[in-house]
């Protein structure tokens, strides 16, 4: 079984409304969650980590992600998208093993 | 500080043929990753070295091989190369292999595979 789910391949919003990328996780224990951004022709970069503590975690690019233990999610969250931000989002999680698991990505379109 | 570097950033071979990726990493990383990214597998773990031994190993076959240097910087090689080959090969580093460290990628390898 996938150790990290992204249920939508595409998220559309407006400029200027709230952008939400979904990403749901099973593994044991605690878990170390990651979100990371693809730009066209580009590697992954780093937006945030979950670790411990509280559950609302901010990261680069205004962006920002919230833990919820009981419903095993930790969905990426941008109060306002900008057009910049058009890209392909990856959630990953660290498995037992250290293995870093990633999901099947969620390209996001921001129109003008 | 530089981020991290992969070398060649496309390469096109034939079927048969093997192939030589290199990655150097942010200074001061010591564990290396290695990732093979597809349309249809999206992002899947190919290995992880740190201070010269391979640590973790995914799922891919026997031709799939990897190293790292005393400096840190890693190469992996792909023997007797299939069309299914054919992907953007990432490279990412870290401080060490703990779980709470996040990985820098680089750039990516296009390999092409005829």
């Known amino acids: 079984a996938q150790s990290v789910a992204q249920p939508e391949d595409q998220v559309n919003v407006a400029e200027g409304n709230p952008l939400t990328v979904k990403c749901t996780y099973s593994?044991?224990?605690?878990?170390?969650l990651f979100w990371y951004v693809q730009y066209p022709n580009r590697g992954l970069q780093f937006l945030l980590k979950?670790?411990?503590?509280?559950?609302l975690v901010k990261g680069s690019y205004g962006f920002e992600a919230e833990f919820n233990k009981s419903q095993t999610s930790f969905h990426l969250k941008k109060p306002s998208a900008l057009v910049s931000d058009s890209a392909l989002y990856f959630c990953?999680?660290?498995?037992?093993?250290?293995?870093?698991?990633f999901g099947a990505g969620t390209t996001v379109t921001v129109r003008a | 500080k530089a981020g991290v570097t992969q070398t060649p950033r496309y390469l096109i071979k034939t079927r048969g043929q093997q192939v030589t990726l290199s990655c150097s990493p942010i200074?001061?990383?010591?564990?290396v990753s290695w990732y093979q990214q597809t349309p249809g597998q999206g992002l899947q773990f190919l290995f992880e070295?740190?201070?010269?031994?391979?640590?973790n190993k995914g799922n891919f076959p026997g031709r799939f091989s990897g190293r790292q240097f005393s400096n840190s910087r890693s190469e992996m090689n792909v023997s007797t190369l299939e069309l299914g080959d054919s992907a953007l090969y990432l490279c990412?580093?870290?401080?060490?292999?703990?779980?709470?460290?996040?990985?820098?990628f680089g750039p990516g390898t296009r390999l092409t595979v005829l």
């Open positions: 990412a580093s870290s401080l060490s292999p703990g779980e709470v460290n996040e990985q820098f």
């Open positions: 593994v044991s224990g605690n878990p170390y």
């Open positions: 979950y670790i411990t503590g509280d559950n």
């Open positions: 990953a999680v660290r498995e037992s093993d250290y293995k870093l698991s």
């Open positions: 200074s001061g990383h010591r564990s």
């Open positions: 070295y740190f201070s010269e031994t391979q640590r």
